[in-house]
Each structure stands twice: as structure tokens, then as C-alpha cells.
């Protein structure tokens, strides 16, 4: 993109490539650095050159890190990725040198994000611009088992913005970019619109990985809690002063371990340990639009979950 590009479709913006020129000196899943994440380390048209990137959409900033120049930003609605899918995007941006951004400062498409650099690490490579990008509202940032820093929810790049007026100098064997003008047009205006926004009657499958922070007693309950997903506090789960739609059935459950792998898991969920994955689509049965939270029913057992771990099929 140029500065001050700006691209909307039916009301929502193109998560658009933030870089005039893109060369990616390093990719997905590389050695080192980028072992077991989804990220791009990109270049300008000239190396050395500490070139300005812009908002691939209007954002707001979320965390700063200073010594590594490093931003996390979230789309301050939700936004068109280059798969077709309609959701928040939530991106980190490293390396800026002249990083100046704040916390909840908003910045809108098209405006200048940073400059890359090479602030952070002394066996930095050259000047670039790290990128990482989550479909989803999840801000979780972890440590994966190669001590690499990554989202839930990643995507390749690829798979996250189009290129409209972005010059692809070099990279390498990627070639599946998308512009704008290939995105698809429904020419059924009855068929139904799969586009994020949840409704009542819309099929939605959860979209993460969680941890079962609580069991419930007995055990012939068979449900668990968890505060990322209902908004319950802790205590108010261990206290039983939760109310009965808190509590989510196991059932549908998959034990796995904090990465979505399932290889040694006993299917016995604990307490403050499991990580559990659920790959079923469910039916919404109403929304509470002042908490964004959808009414799931799970194995007979009326649920409220946040929209936001939500994804529509």
C-alpha cells in the first residue's frame, strides 16, 4: 500500500499490506527467530534503508515493548483478510527504532505505523520490520516450545493482507497473493452471508485454544469453567456464585496440550492445567448485545460465550 491508501467493502476496511515494497528476508516457520511461528521479517526495495509502514487497517494499540521496538495492534473493528475471513485482526509490528506509539493511541488506515529498524537484538540481520497477525480478537502472547514469541490464532501473511499497491521485490516461493478486486461478489443477494457478524441462527465453531481454569463438583457434573470465555471471575466460579449458563459441559471437549497438539493427553481434564479444543459447530440461539456474548446450547446445557472466541461457518 501507498501512504494514506485507504480500501473499504461494504462497509468494512481490507486488512491491507502495510509495505510499499516487500521484500521478506525471512518467512514462516524459519530457523531460529521464526521456528514454529507464522511471521515475516520484510525489507524494503533497498536494504539498509529504514522505510515507513502504514496501518493495513484503522487500529488501536494495545502493548508497546520498548527495547525491541516492538507494537501489538487490534483492528478497531472487525476486518476483510485476503481468505475471505471477517474478524479482528490483532498484529505485532518489531524493531521500529523510532517507535513512538502509545498505549490506546488509534491510528487510521493508510496513516503511518512505524519505521523498520533494527532495534532489539545485536545479531539482527538488517533493517526490517517483524509481522505476525491473529484472525481474532485473542490477544494472548506466549512463549511456543522453540522459545519463540506467537499468537493464538495465527495466519500466514499471505492469508491476511492484499497487496493492492504493494511491490512484491522478493518472496521466495509464495505466490498466492490476493488483491481487493478478487474478492467475490455474491450474486444470490438471499443466500446467506457468512460475515462474522453474529445472529441468531448463525453456525459458529470456538475459535482458540483454553484452559480450564475450574472443574465443577462433582465430578459427575461434568463441566468446567473458564473465565476467558464467559467473563466469570474466577472466585465467583470457585464460590458457586456463578450462575448455571457458566458452566460449560465437557463433552465436546478435546484435552490437548497448550498449542492444540493432542499426543499424550488422558482426556481428564484438571483444573488450572488442561488446555481443551473444540472442533464442533453449534447453533446461536440468541445474542446479549451489551456483553457481545452469544447463547450457545451444549449438550442440553444453555451457555453464554463472548462473540469474540466465536467464528461463524
Known sequence: ??????????GIENFLCPFTDMYISQGSNGAYSHKGILAHDVRGKVGGVRYPYYAPCTCKCIWTYSPTGQVMWQS????RFANGRIDYATF?????????????MIVPQGV????????????MTGVHCHIQISQSADTT???????NYKFNNEYEPEDCYFVDNTNIVYAGNITNWKKTDKISVDENPHK??????????SKVKFDGIFKVDIIRLPLS??????TKLTGVSFDEYKHGRCQEYHWIPLDDWTEVDEYGNSQEQDQIAVGGTSYVLNKNIYTVEAIHMPTDSAKLCINGHDVWIYCKYLYEV
Do not use: P
Open 76 to 79: 478497531v473493528n472487525k476486518v
Open 1 to 10: 500500500m501507498f501512504k494514506g491508501q485507504t480500501s473499504k467493502k461494504d
Open 92 to 104: 505485532m509490528t518489531a524493531h521500529d527504532d523510532t517507535m513512538d506509539a502509545k498505549v490506546g
Open 141 to 147: 502472547w506466549y512463549k511456543n516450545e522453540y522459545d
Open 112 to 123: 503511518q505505523l512505524g519505521n523498520m529498524g533494527m532495534k532489539g537484538f545485536s545479531n
Open 221 to 226: 457434573k461434568n463441566h468446567f469453567g473458564n
Open 192 to 201: 446467506e452471508v457468512v460475515d462474522q457478524i453474529l445472529h441468531v441462527g
